[in-house]
């Protein structure tokens, strides 16, 4: 009887020796060959005798496919790069990708000359590096033990070109000279209204514009009404605590939040009345203890003259929050904290003039939006970590060019001089026409002069803030 091909494969299976279970396969014997589950040796002796039966014995059933395939791990030779260097009597040196490589990475460019060794070793010497700035830190001594603040590197040098640019550079004229809380009060006031008036100004100005509070603060001088007939109007507690508070919240609807601010000015008004003898609290956890009142509002209007006059912190507001961090002095999170970390460092003498120092920069040079770091000493010194470089170089660019106004030519004897001068002279008057049309607009410019400092370091009316 014929036999079939797949009865002679079923009896090899029942004839190869010990009964062993195996998978059954349909698949060629060439491709079971590569998956044979032997050692070297079996493996061997199988390609060469080309048997496949004892191959397979080995591969239990339900073992999986990649459990028989052995992987071997082949690794790559480490290649050594070198510089190639040119020999002044051979060939020159054929130069690998590899070679290529390490020269772009390690910055060197190779010079087909003889003192090619010489050359690595000068380009192969680090650059000098700049000069480091440190933030405020806490040190202590080894002696006695004590902990100080050391204040950040350079500050000093910053402190003193910031009042520069303040006083006559691009940061003069801002809004706070003129508008801020502290100028907002009535001068022909009594000093307990004056001091009511600060207070109101500096609860409007959290969140708005000096601009704006100015205004607001108009409308309360001259439209708040009297609290009884014979009354004088205008801003104070008794009219104040009088006032529909539709009506107030309508004079000041200007500012920012003004619907909460309605509430807190009526709260407050009766609290001090009640608690304070109608007059703002003396002391900084007073002032806070008032509803929309916070550190910053209670430390400027104890500082300021319209105020009680003591320095009894700084007041940090988002300007010099923003901006002494941008510096690099300190890593804070909120404008608390960077009234402590600046406390724990800062001169007293200055605590008070640094509000309405940064304040004014931060509404003239370096903006929240639009840095003008161009037109800043800081940044054009390098002094300034967060300086936009396209900027600074441009600045630097523009201040070269108004630098080379005086320029000396000598006049040759065919008289070409003249000619030359007066080309020049139209350069000169091209490039101030380009200065003065990228010069940023919405600056407060103002006839009055601008104020000085008092007692050589702070300066009198200037803690208004910006918001």
């Given at each position: 009887?014929?036999?079939?091909?797949?009865?002679?494969?079923?009896?090899?299976?029942f004839d190869s020796g010990p009964a062993t279970t195996v998978l059954p396969r349909r698949s060629t014997r060439s491709s079971l060959a590569r998956f044979a589950h032997t050692d070297g040796s079996a493996a061997?002796?199988?390609?060469?005798?080309?048997?496949?039966?004892?191959?397979?014995?080995?591969?239990?059933?339900?073992?999986?496919?990649?459990?028989?395939?052995?992987?071997?791990?082949?690794?790559?030779?480490?290649?050594?790069?070198?510089?190639?260097?040119?020999?002044?009597?051979?060939?020159?040196?054929?130069?690998?990708?590899?070679?290529?490589?390490?020269?772009?990475?390690?910055?060197?460019?190779?010079?087909?000359?003889?003192?090619?060794?010489?050359?690595?070793?000068?380009?192969?010497?680090?650059?000098?590096?700049?000069?480091?700035?440190?933030?405020?830190?806490?040190?202590?001594?080894?002696?006695?033990?004590?902990?100080?603040?050391?204040?950040?590197?350079?500050?000093?040098?910053?402190?003193?070109?910031?009042?520069?640019?303040?006083?006559?550079?691009?940061?003069?004229?801002?809004?706070?000279?003129?508008?801020?809380?502290?100028?907002?009060?009535?001068?022909?006031?009594?000093?307990?209204?004056?001091?009511?008036?600060?207070?109101?100004?500096?609860?409007?100005?959290?969140q708005t514009k000096d601009t704006v509070n100015a205004e607001a603060m108009a409308r309360l001088h001259n439209e708040l009404p009297p609290h009884k007939p014979g009354a004088p109007p205008g801003l104070n507690?008794?009219?104040?605590?009088?006032?529909?508070?539709?009506?107030?919240?309508?004079?000041?609807?200007?500012?920012?939040?003004?619907?909460?601010?309605?509430?807190y000015l009526k709260q407050t008004a009766s609290i001090l009345q009640s608690d304070f003898a109608s007059d703002i609290p003396p002391t900084v956890a007073g002032l806070c203890s008032l509803p929309g009142v916070?550190?910053?509002?209670?430390?400027?209007?104890?500082?300021?003259?319209?105020?009680?006059?003591?320095?009894?912190?700084?007041?940090?507001?988002?300007?010099?929050?923003?901006?002494?961090?941008?510096?690099?002095?300190?890593?804070?999170?909120?404008?608390?904290?960077?009234?402590?970390?600046?406390?724990?460092?800062?001169?007293?003498?200055?605590?008070?003039?640094?509000?309405?120092?940064?304040?004014?920069?931060?509404?003239?040079?370096?903006?929240?939006?639009?840095?003008?770091?161009?037109?800043?000493?800081?940044?054009?010194?390098?002094?300034?970590?967060?300086?936009?470089?396209?900027?600074?170089?441009?600045?630097?660019?523009?201040?070269?060019?108004?630098?080379?106004?005086?320029?000396?030519?000598?006049?040759?004897?065919?008289?070409?001089?003249?000619?030359?001068?007066?080309?020049?002279?139209?350069?000169?008057?091209?490039?101030?026409?380009?200065?003065?049309?990228?010069?940023?607009?919405?600056?407060?410019?103002?006839?009055?002069?601008?104020?000085?400092?008092?007692?050589?370091?702070?300066?009198?009316?200037?803690?208004?803030?910006?918001?």
């Amino acid at each position: 009887m014929r036999t079939s091909r797949v009865a002679k494969e079923t009896s090899k299976y029942f004839d190869s020796g010990p009964a062993t279970t195996v998978l059954p396969r349909r698949s060629t014997r060439s491709s079971l060959a590569r998956f044979a589950h032997t050692d070297g040796s079996a493996a061997a002796a199988t390609k060469g005798n080309g048997n496949v039966d004892n191959a397979d014995a080995d591969l239990a059933f339900g073992s999986d496919i990649e459990d028989a395939v052995k992987t071997t791990v082949t690794r790559k030779r480490k290649r050594t790069t070198s510089l190639a260097q040119s020999s002044p009597r051979g060939p020159a040196t054929r130069t690998t990708r590899a070679e290529v490589k390490t020269e772009v990475e390690t910055g060197i460019k190779t010079e087909h000359d003889s003192d090619a060794g010489e050359n690595l070793d000068a380009k192969l010497t680090p650059k000098p590096r700049g000069r480091v700035r440190k933030p405020a830190r806490k040190t202590t001594d080894a002696t006695t033990g004590e902990t100080k603040v050391e204040p950040p590197s350079d500050w000093e040098e910053v402190y003193r070109l910031v009042k520069e640019m303040r006083l006559t550079g691009p940061a003069a004229n801002a809004a706070v000279d003129t508008m801020g809380c502290e100028r907002l009060a009535r001068p022909d006031a009594s000093a307990r209204d004056r001091r009511f008036q600060t207070l109101v100004a500096l609860m409007l100005s959290s969140q708005t514009k000096d601009t704006v509070n100015a205004e607001a603060m108009a409308r309360l001088h001259n439209e708040l009404p009297p609290h009884k007939p014979g009354a004088p109007p205008g801003l104070n507690l008794e009219n104040m605590l009088a006032v529909d508070p539709a009506l107030l919240n309508e004079l000041i609807g200007k500012v920012g939040f003004h619907n909460n601010k309605t509430k807190y000015l009526k709260q407050t008004a009766s609290i001090l009345q009640s608690d304070f003898a109608s007059d703002i609290p003396p002391t900084v956890a007073g002032l806070c203890s008032l509803p929309g009142v916070g550190p910053k509002m209670a430390h400027l209007c104890m500082s300021a003259a319209n105020g009680w006059g003591r320095v009894e912190g700084v007041g940090v507001d988002v300007h010099v929050h923003r901006i002494t961090n941008l510096w690099g002095w300190h890593a804070t999170r909120t404008p608390e904290e960077t009234r402590r970390v600046l406390e724990a460092w800062l001169p007293r003498d200055r605590w008070r003039e640094i509000n309405w120092l940064l304040v004014g920069f931060g509404q003239t040079v370096c903006l929240p939006v639009g840095r003008r770091c161009g037109d800043c000493e800081l940044g054009l010194r390098g002094l300034c970590r967060a300086a936009e470089r396209g900027k600074v170089a441009e600045g630097r660019r523009r201040r070269a060019a108004l630098e080379r106004r005086e320029v000396k030519v000598e006049v040759d004897v065919d008289g070409e001089g003249d000619g030359k001068v007066k080309e020049e002279e139209k350069e000169e008057q091209e490039v101030e026409v380009g200065v003065e049309e990228e010069k940023v607009v919405g600056e407060v410019v103002t006839d009055e002069p601008v104020p000085e400092p008092l007692g050589g370091t702070e300066v009198k009316g200037e803690n208004g803030t910006g918001g």
